[in-house]
C-alpha cells in the first residue's frame, strides 16, 4: 500500500506538462508560424510569430502557456480541472490564429495568393494535444468526458473553418476545389478500408477455428497468412493486376460488375490479404488462452461444446480479437491511400495528385484526412474493447 | 448411490486409475486421499465422463453412466474444483445461476435460488450479488463456487480438492460451513484432498489412495485404529494418531451431565457439547484445569467433562 494519499498526488508539482509547455513556447517562437504564397506553385515567405499574429495575438499565445506551466507546478487541488479547461479552448481557438494571420498579411486583390499552415503552427497543435493526453489521464476522466472534448474541439474548428476569414488557407482552397471529389474519396476510402477489415474478420474467424479444431492445420495456415504478409505492398497491388485483367477479359460477367485489373478490386483483394495475419493470430491466440479450469468448470457442469464456446470462449477472448480488428483497421487506412496508385480512389489520390504537381497542400489535403481516419478508427476501437473487458481487477 | 466396479484409466501405457472398486452410499461423504499421482482426481473425472474410463462400470443409481447423455449427467452432478472456476465475465449471481440456466428455469425461480442459496453460504446478496469474482476474497469466491454447484439441487456433489489453495484459516471455516450444508442438503459427496486432517474431518468414509489403487475404504475411527498398510500409517501419522481420534468424538460423548440444565454465569470458561475431545483436552491442559464446563447450543450449562476421563476413554 502507498502512503500518499490521492489527493496529494493531485497536488505534487507536476513535470510533463512543464516540459510540454516550454519547449511549445520555444518552438512557437524559433518556427515560423505560417507562409504566404503569392500563388499555388511558387514557395511563399515564412512568418513568425510576432510578424504573424501580432502582438496581441503573440501575448495571448505565449499568456496560455506560461499560464499551463505555471498552473501546473502550483499545489492546488483544482489545477487539473483548470489544465484541462485552459488547454481545451486553446485547442478550440487555434484556426482563430491561422485567421487572424490571413487578414494580417494576405494582400488585397490577388486572388491567387494563399496563407498556408507553418511548423510553428504544427508543434503547438501537436504539442497542446500531449498536454491534454497528460491531463485527462491525470484527472482519469471517463471515456464520455474525452468523447465530449472532442465533440467540442472538433465542432469548433469546423465552425472556424467554414466561415469566410480561413478561405485564403491553402488547404481550405484545395479543398474548396474539389469538394466533391473529396467526399467521394472520403467514401472511397471508408468503403475500402471497412469492407477489406469486414471480410478479413469474416474469413480470419473462420481460418483460426479452423486451426483450433484441426491442429494440423495451424502451421499451413499461420505459414501462409504470415507469407501474404512479407509481401510490399505495391507489389501485391500489381501481381493482381494481371490475373484480375484475365479473368474479368474471360468472364464478361465479372466485368459488368465492375471487377477489373485495376481499380477497387485488387486494392481490396490486396487489403483483406494484409487484414489476415494479425486477425487470424490474435483471434486464435485468445480463444485457445481462455483458461483450462474455466473450460473444465464450464464442461464438468453440464455445458455443450456449443454453449462453451458461445457463453465463455467468446466473450473471453472477444477483447484480444478486437485489438486484432483495431491494428488492422489502423493499418488498412494507411494502406489504401497506397491504393490509389492502382486507380482505388481514396485520399491516396489526392497525396499522388499533389506529389505529381508539386503542390504541397494537396498533398497534405490527402494525408490529414488519412490521419484522423485512422486515430478516429483507434480511438473508437479502444474503448469497444476497454468497455468488453470482464470487469475491473479490484472494486 | 455411486458405483465404481472394476474401473481401470490408462493414459498411454501409463496406468492412472488401476481396476478399483468403491461404492459411495447415497447422503455420504466420500474422502478420496492420496499424494498427488494417486488418480484421486482422475478417478472423479470418471465420474462425471470429463475422462473416459479405459474398462470397467460406472453405475450412479444404478445406472451406467456410459448410455447417459454427458451433458445431462453432469447437470445433476455439482462440480466444485480448485481456484473456483467461476467465470470472470459473470458476476457472482449470473455464474450462481449457471445450471439452473442451462436447465431453462423461469427466470423468478432462478432469482429466488440464488438469493437463497447466498444466505445458505453466508453471502450477503445485497452485497455481493452484483460483483464480479476478481473482486472477491479468496473464501468468498469458493462460497460462490460451492453455491454454483448446488444451485439446481443435484443429488451427487463431486468437489476435486476445492480448498486446496486458501489459507488455512479459510480453509478450516469452510470445513465447518460445509459439515453444517451437509447436514441441512445431505449430499451423496466425493471429495478429493491430499490433505488427511481434512478427510479426517469431514469424511464419512475415506478411500486412501496410492498408485491408482484404493488401499484402505473405511470410516475415519478405522482408518485411524487400524490402518491398513504401512503406507496408510505413515499418511495418518503415526504418533499423534491419538490425538486425532480424540478430534473425531463429541464432548457429548463422555461428559457427565447435571441433572438439569442450570444457566450459565457470565463468564465461565467451558466448551460445547458438540465440540470435540481434543479441543477439551487442550483448554484444560493450557489453563491446568482438571474439568470444564459443557454448554448446550443454548448456551446453557450441563454438565462437565474431566480431564481424567478424556485421558483415560478418550481413545
Not at chain 1, 128 to 149: H, K, N, T, V, Y
Not at chain 1, 338 to 350: D, P, Y
Not at chain 2, 151 to 175: H, K, S, V, W, Y
Not at chain 2, 282 to 309: C, H, K, Y
Amino acid at each position: 500500500m502507498s502512503v500518499i494519499r490521492p489527493d496529494s498526488i493531485r497536488t505534487l508539482p507536476n513535470r510533463v506538462i512543464p516540459a510540454l509547455g516550454l519547449l511549445a513556447l520555444a518552438l512557437v517562437w524559433l518556427l515560423d508560424f505560417g507562409t504566404i504564397q503569392p500563388n499555388r506553385i511558387v514557395s511563399g515567405t515564412g512568418h513568425g510569430l510576432l510578424s504573424a499574429v501580432g502582438w496581441a495575438g503573440a501575448v495571448g499565445v505565449t499568456g496560455s502557456l506560461s499560464a499551463c506551466v505555471v498552473l501546473s507546478v502550483l499545489p492546488m487541488r483544482q489545477r487539473y480541472g483548470m489544465l484541462l479547461g485552459l488547454v481545451g479552448l486553446s485547442l478550440a481557438m487555434l484556426p482563430l490564429l491561422l485567421d487572424v494571420f490571413a487578414t494580417r498579411h494576405l494582400p488585397e486583390g490577388s486572388p491567387y495568393a494563399r496563407s498556408s499552415i507553418g511548423p510553428g503552427f504544427w508543434c503547438l497543435l501537436f504539442l497542446l494535444s500531449l498536454m491534454m493526453i497528460e491531463i485527462l489521464g491525470r484527472l482519469r476522466a471517463d471515456r464520455w468526458l474525452q468523447f465530449l472534448l472532442l465533440a467540442v474541439i472538433v465542432g469548433s474548428w469546423l465552425v472556424l473553418f467554414r466561415s469566410d476569414g480561413l478561405e485564403s488557407l491553402s488547404l481550405v482552397r484545395e479543398y474548396n476545389a474539389r469538394p466533391d471529389a473529396f467526399a467521394q474519396a472520403l467514401r472511397a476510402h471508408l468503403a475500402l478500408a471497412f469492407g477489406a477489415v469486414g471480410i478479413g474478420a469474416g474469413l480470419a474467424f473462420v481460418l483460426a477455428l479452423k486451426m483450433i479444431r484441426s491442429p494440423a492445420w495451424q502451421r499451413p495456415i499461420l505459414g501462409a497468412v504470415s507469407f501474404l504478409q512479407t509481401i510490399p505492398s505495391l507489389a501485391v497491388f500489381g501481381l493482381l493486376i494481371a490475373p484480375l485483367s484475365a479473368l474479368s477479359s474471360a468472364f464478361p460477367l465479372l466485368q459488368s460488375l465492375g471487377i477489373r485489373g485495376i481499380g477497387w478490386t485488387p486494392a481490396l483483394l490486396a487489403l483483406i490479404a494484409y487484414s489476415l495475419l494479425p486477425m487470424v493470430r490474435n483471434t486464435f491466440v485468445a480463444i485457445t488462452d481462455v483458461p483450462e479450469h474455466l473450460v473444465d468448470a464450464g464442461r464438468g457442469m453440464g455445458m455443450t461444446e456449443r454453449q462453451l464456446f458461445f457463453q465463455v470462449k467468446l466473450p473471453l477472448a472477444l477483447p484480444v480479437m478486437i485489438e486484432g480488428v483495431r491494428i488492422t483497421t489502423i493499418q488498412a487506412i494507411g494502406l489504401t491511400a497506397v491504393a490509389a496508385l492502382i486507380g482505388a480512389g481514396g485520399f491516396g489520390s489526392f497525396i499522388f495528385q499533389g506529389l505529381g504537381q508539386a503542390a504541397m497542400d494537396l498533398v497534405l489535403l490527402g494525408a490529414l484526412p488519412t490521419i484522423a481516419l485512422a486515430l478516429l478508427a483507434d480511438a473508437l476501437l479502444t474503448m469497444l474493447a476497454a468497455s468488453l473487458r470482464p470487469t475491473p481487477a479490484t472494486a | 448411490m455411486i458405483e465404481l466396479k472394476n474401473v481401470t484409466r490408462r493414459f498411454g501405457d501409463a496406468v492412472a486409475v488401476d481396476n478399483i472398486n468403491l461404492t459411495i452410499e447415497t447422503g455420504e461423504v466420500c474422502v478420496l486421499v492420496g499424494s498427488s499421482g494417486c488418480g484421486k482426481s482422475t478417478t472423479l473425472r470418471m465420474i462425471n465422463r470429463l475422462l473416459p474410463r479405459s474398462s470397467g462400470e460406472i453405475l450412479v443409481d444404478g445406472e451406467d453412466i456410459a448410455t447417459m447423455n454427458p451433458q445431462q449427467l453432469r447437470l445433476n452432478m455439482g462440480y466444485v474444483i480448485q481456484g473456483t472456476g467461476l467465470f470472470p465475465h459473470w458476476t457472482v449471481a449470473h455464474n450462481i445461476a449457471m445450471v439452473p440456466r442451462l436447465l431453462k428455469w423461469p427466470k423468478e425461480r432462478i432469482d429466488a435460488r440464488v438469493e437463497e442459496l447466498m444466505t445458505l453460504l453466508d453471502l450477503d446478496p445485497a452485497t455481493h450479488a452484483g460483483k464480479y469474482p476478481q473482486q472477491l476474497s479468496g473464501g468468498q469466491a469458493q462460497r460462490v463456487g460451492v453455491a454454483r454447484a448446488l444451485a439446481a439441487d443435484p443429488n451427487i456433489l463431486l468437489m476435486d480438492e476445492p480448498f486446496g489453495a486458501l489459507d488455512a484459516i479459510t480453509r478450516e471455516n469452510l470445513q465447518l460451513e460445509m459439515l453444517r450444508i451437509q447436514q441441512q442438503v445431505r449430499k451423496t459427496t466425493v471429495f478429493v484432498t491430499h490433505d488427511i486432517d481434512e478427510a479426517l474431518k469431514l469424511a464419512t468414509r475415506i478411500a486412501v489412495m496410492d498408485q491408482g489403487r484404493i488401499l484402505q475404504h473405511d470410516t475415519p475411527e478405522s482408518i485411524l485404529r487400524r490402518p491398513a498398510s504401512g503406507f496408510v500409517e505413515n499418511l495418518v501419522g503415526k504418533q499423534d494418531r491419538g490425538l486425532k481420534l480424540m478430534s473425531l468424538r463429541p464432548v457429548r460423548d463422555l461428559m457427565t451431565r447435571h441433572g438439569s440444565p442450570k444457566p450459565s454465569e457470565t463468564g465461565t470458561e467451558g466448551v460445547r457439547e458438540d465440540d470435540n475431545l481434543r479441543l477439551a483436552l487442550s483448554i484444560m491442559l493450557w489453563q491446568d484445569l482438571p474439568q470444564v464446563a459443557v454448554f448446550n447450543a443454548q448456551g446453557q450449562e450441563t454438565g462437565v467433562i474431566s480431564r481424567e476421563r478424556i485421558i483415560q476413554e478418550g481413545t
